[in-house]
């Protein structure tokens, strides 16, 4: 073959494999930008922390997409953003192109579920919550509270009213304790905003002890025009050193015994949240407070009042002597003239 033969020939392998080269990519831009075929309208996958993203694609073609796993793993891989590619709980829907399903991934647009935890829960409720909610992985299962304190890093302190309630969002495949831990860093945050308001004269004498008061605040009541006065009531029992006398206190005391009815000899029974037999607040929470229970705590109403019974309407009636609170209770409970 002549040099001039060979030129010829070498330009034309150069078209062709341009046009090869152009070809493969109109063939590809059209297959990343193509909806997937999908076995189903919505397909479910969780992807695990430590999952390589041969293992991802392998794992989306098991769930449903109708390609091979080796072209979805090389287009992951052309993409250079394979290693960007978010642990996760996804939902791909059908008409979603391979381009769509990696910005998904990549953007970490993880289908969320979420978890209630409810004002004055306890935190064996707030368990229990947790070990039910859809999708998130049980660490604590078989820890103690103590020890559930400690993986947060707090330890020695008790778990009882240390978790802010509210409704939290997560990635199907989360872990509880991750739950947990904002719940507790959310608790930390409204409870030291609210100790920056408190009432200069409060009787309170730490972020603690207003926890405490707060928790036994929310099981008081559920009325919000009540809570401050409530809080007026209890914050004059502390200055004046009477008991408290609250009977959600005791009742978190009897734990397990309590079958929902408080009897008088459960009244004269010494533990240490009886607050008719011990003066002062109780050792720890007795429940799960809200912000508004939170703020009602440091920021009695202003009141002179030191009984109150309740309405039997949810609402209760405030007095500033026993006198007016034996009128009160005989109107209202005993429902005498």
Same mark, same amino acid.
């Given at each position: 073959?002549?040099?001039?033969?060979?030129?010829?020939?070498?330009?034309?392998?150069?078209?062709?494999?341009?046009?090869?080269?152009?070809?493969?990519?109109?063939?590809?831009?059209?297959?990343?930008?193509?909806?997937?075929?999908?076995?189903?309208?919505?397909?479910?996958?969780?992807?695990?922390?430590?999952?390589?993203?041969?293992?991802?694609?392998?794992?989306?073609?098991?769930?449903?997409?109708?390609?091979?796993?080796?072209?979805?793993?090389?287009?992951?891989?052309?993409?250079?953003?394979?290693?960007?590619?978010?642990?996760?709980?996804?939902?791909?829907?059908?008409?979603?192109?391979?381009?769509?399903?990696?910005?998904?991934?990549?953007?970490?647009?993880?289908?969320?579920?979420?978890?209630?935890?409810?004002?004055?829960?306890?935190?064996?409720?707030?368990?229990?919550?947790?070990?039910?909610?859809? /999708? =998130?992985?049980? +660490?604590?299962?078989? @820890?103690?509270?103590? $020890?559930?304190? &400690? *993986?947060?890093?707090? %330890?020695?302190?008790?778990?009882?009213?240390?978790?802010?309630?509210?409704?939290?969002?997560?990635?199907?495949?989360?872990?509880?304790?991750?739950?947990?831990?904002?719940?507790?860093?959310?608790?930390?945050?409204?409870?030291?905003?609210?100790?920056?308001?408190?009432?200069?004269?409060?009787?309170?004498?730490?972020?603690?002890?207003?926890?405490?008061?707060?928790?036994?605040?929310?099981?008081?009541?559920?009325?919000?025009?009540?809570?401050?006065?409530?809080?007026?009531?209890?914050?004059?029992?502390?200055?004046?050193?009477?008991?408290?006398?609250?009977?959600?206190?005791?009742?978190?005391?009897?734990?397990?015994?309590?079958?929902?009815?408080?009897?008088?000899?459960?009244?004269?029974?010494?533990?240490?949240?009886?607050?008719?037999?011990?003066? /002062? =607040?109780?050792? +720890?929470?007795?429940? @799960?407070?809200?912000? $508004?229970?939170? &703020? *009602?705590?440091?920021? %009695?109403?202003?009141?002179?009042?030191?009984?109150?019974?309740?309405?039997?309407?949810?609402?209760?009636?405030?007095?500033?002597?026993?006198?007016?609170?034996?009128?009160?209770?005989?109107?209202?409970?005993?429902?005498?003239?």
């Amino acid at each position: 073959m002549s040099l001039k033969s060979f030129s010829r020939l070498g330009r034309f392998l150069v078209v062709i494999l341009l046009i090869a080269a152009v070809a493969l990519g109109a063939l590809s831009w059209w297959w990343v930008h193509k909806p997937l075929e999908l076995s189903s309208d919505v397909l479910e996958v969780s992807i695990e922390s430590g999952q390589t993203p041969r293992d991802v694609a392998r794992e989306w073609v098991q769930a449903g997409v109708q390609t091979s796993p080796w072209v979805l793993y090389q287009w992951f891989r052309w993409s250079g953003k394979s290693k960007l590619i978010r642990a996760g709980s996804y939902e791909l829907n059908r008409g979603s192109t391979p381009a769509d399903l990696l910005r998904m991934l990549v953007r970490g647009d993880a289908r969320l579920a979420t978890v209630k935890l409810i004002e004055g829960w306890t935190f064996k409720r707030f368990r229990q919550e947790l070990a039910q909610a859809d /999708g =998130l992985k049980s +660490t604590i299962g078989d @820890m103690s509270d103590d $020890a559930v304190m &400690l *993986a947060l890093g707090a %330890p020695g302190t008790s778990a009882e009213g240390h978790f802010f309630p509210d409704t939290y969002s997560y990635a199907k495949g989360s872990l509880d304790i991750d739950v947990l831990r904002r719940a507790w860093r959310a608790m930390n945050h409204h409870l030291e905003e609210a100790w920056a308001e408190r009432e200069p004269n409060t009787p309170l004498k730490s972020p603690e002890e207003a926890l405490i008061l707060a928790s036994i605040i929310e099981k008081e009541t559920g009325h919000e025009a009540d809570r401050a006065m409530i809080s007026g009531v209890f914050n004059n029992r502390l200055r004046l050193g009477m008991p408290l006398q609250t009977d959600p206190s005791v009742i978190y005391g009897l734990g397990d015994r309590f079958d929902g009815n408080l009897r008088k000899i459960d009244l004269q029974t010494d533990t240490p949240f009886n607050t008719y037999t011990r003066r /002062g =607040l109780p050792p +720890t929470p007795i429940s @799960m407070p809200g912000k $508004a229970a939170l &703020l *009602a705590a440091v920021r %009695p109403a202003p009141t002179q009042a030191i009984y109150f019974v309740a309405r039997g309407d949810g609402t209760s009636a405030f007095s500033n002597s026993l006198t007016e609170h034996n009128r009160a209770v005989n109107q209202y409970q005993r429902k005498r003239p």
